[in-house]
DNA sequence: TATTGTTATACTCTATAACTATA
DNA sequence: TATAGTTATAGAGTATAACAATA
């Protein structure tokens, strides 16, 4: 047989289910041990690439807002992130990381050691290929 | 410039993060409109690769044992799982996907239209890549 | 009128600890 | 003694609906 036959679509799902899979509880556990839930994390995650208003994270988390107040709320309290009011709109709420919240999120980042090595485990090519080919099955949508 | 720079590890981790997080948005979305959590999906995805006992479910879901009495509770309650007794041990229970419940996972596999769609963008050749370097990436662990 | 953030409420998910039945 | 599954409990995540303040 001159070519190996096409993996089906529902293989390559099953595929993508797996690694997701793998991918969220290296996360988890990377998480856990920084006494944070995956949503802490997650939302440290959306702030690390910049302040967000509380809508604002409700849609990067995919949530209904009314969550993100208890989920910021948490957060604040243990001074991983700040809220600040916004100069030019009163009903807005900035929210910041603090350098402590930024601390956990590298923190987190670096120990999910699964992830790491099965990357680590491609050639440089194979890296840039996947991240190639995440970008075309996944293209990011356009934000606010 | 010959080559281009290699993708920087951390762009790739947070594309991976990207892709993944798109995934189980569209995944979510389409349990959701099944009237299932994305606990109770995935439930139901692990069981339509084979029956489970309920320890299989725990560690295949990565939550506690005492966690999966509650999940099957609901899915059996509609009709989506059944428990049956091991014939070789009075203490475990098989848990089994019934008609329904493969049809409700089903469902939520054709109702995932972004993720169908960034696949079907691809070409076959470029389809296969993605499978092998995923295969590679996040390589199974052995299973009991 | 519409939007931002919050509160109240109810359900689900999750871990820990203690328990029963069985091996 | 150890294991499978359950129950009790508490904290966290989630959606819906209603609300006050602001635009």
């Given at each position: 047989?001159p070519?190996?036959?096409p993996?089906?679509?529902?293989?390559?799902m099953?595929?993508?289910?797996d690694?997701?899979?793998a991918?969220y509880?290296?996360?988890?556990?990377?998480?856990?041990?920084?006494?944070?839930?995956?949503?802490?994390?997650?939302?440290?995650?959306?702030?690390?690439?910049?302040?967000?208003t509380?809508?604002e994270l409700a849609?990067?988390?995919?949530?209904?807002a009314?969550?993100?107040t208890g989920?910021?709320d948490?957060?604040e309290?243990?001074?991983l992130?700040n809220?600040?009011?916004?100069?030019?709109?009163?009903?807005?709420?900035?929210?910041?990381l603090?350098d402590?919240?930024?601390?956990?999120?590298?923190?987190?980042?670096?120990?999910?050691?699964?992830?790491q090595?099965?990357?680590?485990s491609?050639?440089?090519?194979d890296r840039?290929a996947?991240?190639?080919?995440?970008?075309?099955a996944?293209?990011?949508r356009?934000?606010?």
């Open positions: 047989m070519t190996p036959a993996v089906a679509d529902s293989a390559l099953q595929r993508l289910s690694s997701l899979v991918y509880r290296d996360f988890t556990a990377a998480a856990v041990k920084e006494g944070l839930t995956s949503t802490q994390a997650n939302t440290l995650g959306v702030l690390s690439r910049g302040t967000a509380m809508r849609t990067a988390l995919s949530c209904d009314s969550n993100v989920v910021v948490r957060l309290r243990r001074g992130v809220r600040e009011p916004s100069p030019t709109d009163r009903r807005v709420k900035h929210v910041l603090t402590e919240g930024r601390r956990a999120i590298t923190t987190v980042r670096d120990s999910m050691l699964h992830t090595q099965g990357l680590a491609l050639e440089a090519a840039d996947l991240y190639e080919l995440l970008g075309r996944f293209p990011q356009a934000e606010g």
